[in-house]
């Protein structure tokens, strides 16, 4: 029996990475990623397309949003707003880097796609636990959608999957690791394209994440904490 | 007491021009146009200025979809399949010109922009009868993308209302006469931008909606039928 296809959402992060590795051995893949006028734009593309390259993934879409960065409301989008070193506790609020309901527009692209090409799966690497307190990475948020999903397509049967979504950081690089998860490739700095600036908060949680694992994180890093 | 805030979705068309003259009523109101590569694009943002313009809704948002034309897989937004005179039954399957999963295209840019300016309700003209049998329509979709809205917003404070929802077209006609709304600016036509074709299934629904509310529609048609 063929597998069935999956569609993997895939910014380029580490979680994301983890998730391509899970969908390219569990489904007939194929990979999305949405830009929209992040600081990191271009750096995040070039992680995508070099993750699926490893991977062989041959199906792809790559397009951009061009609303999120309209509307603003963030500091990843709006440059007037800076990212924060993460000095503050991570997790203890809604960050100035949350893009107001972000993925909700990836989501949208990815059953719009799943329809036209009969995918029944979408991988999604949202993370509740260790992650940077956007109330879009809840399971109850993704519960939700796949309701959206029955009522609102022509077959509904396509459901939204969050292998992560319980995980410890430690633990999604561990499944990475156990999967030849390409991190070497993968993409998490929320402010530079050259190397990742170790400072804010997405990488704080990469770090911290490599760190309780006992493994090296293998991307060059302008400065490391302690 | 001050009004709340409210965004309507525009699109220029006989049912969201009531909606919007429903929004500039009971709202301090905010209109969003989202446009898509559809055949008749320009047309209706021409439609949706106008409107605005004639409520006197200052606070506007147009903005361009880039992804949905990329998936295609409809009639509105492939331009290799045809858009269908409207000879079938309307309403008796999903139609060609079905664009796979538009309307939470459009939702998350209202969702997102309503959090960025602290609006607490979202307008859109969905009907579920005489509409064109599209799944996005019916109000179980609306129950389920509040819930994602309730569980995957920051404040979670924002509604979807579907005020015309359970309205029969001739029904809206009536509401909107009653309003003011400006049906002499509004554009329902999916195939030409002069006049209306007067063929096509929006104008089938269109002119059908108008004649069975006793008016004429003040649009000038290509062809009428009899």
Redesign the interface.
């Known amino acids: 029996m063929s597998k069935p296809r999956g569609i993997v959402l895939l910014s380029g992060g580490m979680d994301s990475c983890v998730c391509a590795a899970l969908a390219a051995r569990d489904y007939e893949p194929a990979a999305l990623h ?1 830009s929209y006028g992040q600081r990191t734009e271009s750096r995040e593309r070039a992680a995508f397309h070099a993750i699926c390259d490893r991977l062989g993934i041959a199906q792809r ?1 790559a ?6 960065r ?4 963030s500091a990843l989008t709006d440059h007037e707003i800076s990212v924060p070193d993460a000095s503050r506790e991570i997790g203890s609020s ?1 960050p100035l880097t ?8 990836f ?3 990815a ?3 799943a ?2 090409m009969a995918a029944t799966r979408i991988v999604i690497g949202a993370v509740e636990q260790d992650s940077s307190g956007y ?2 990475c ?1 399971p ?2 993704y519960s ?2 796949n ?8 077959e ?1 049967a396509i459901r939204i999957e969050t292998p992560l979504i319980a995980m410890r950081k430690a633990e999604i690089v561990q499944l990475g690791l156990e999967l030849g998860a390409p991190f070497d490739l993968t993409w998490s700095c929320y402010v530079r394209q050259d190397r990742a600036c170790g400072t804010c908060e997405s990488c704080i949680l990469r770090l911290r994440a490599f760190e309780a694992a006992g493994v090296r994180d293998p991307i060059p890093y302008a400065e490391r904490q302690a």
């Open positions: 949405v879409l397009v951009r949003n061009e609303t999120l309209a509307i603003g409301g809604i949350y893009v107001p309901f972000r993925n909700a527009h989501l949208a692209v059953v719009s796609w329809e036209v109330p879009d809840r109850a948020y939700a959608f309701e959206v999903i029955r009522t609102g397509t022509a509904g």
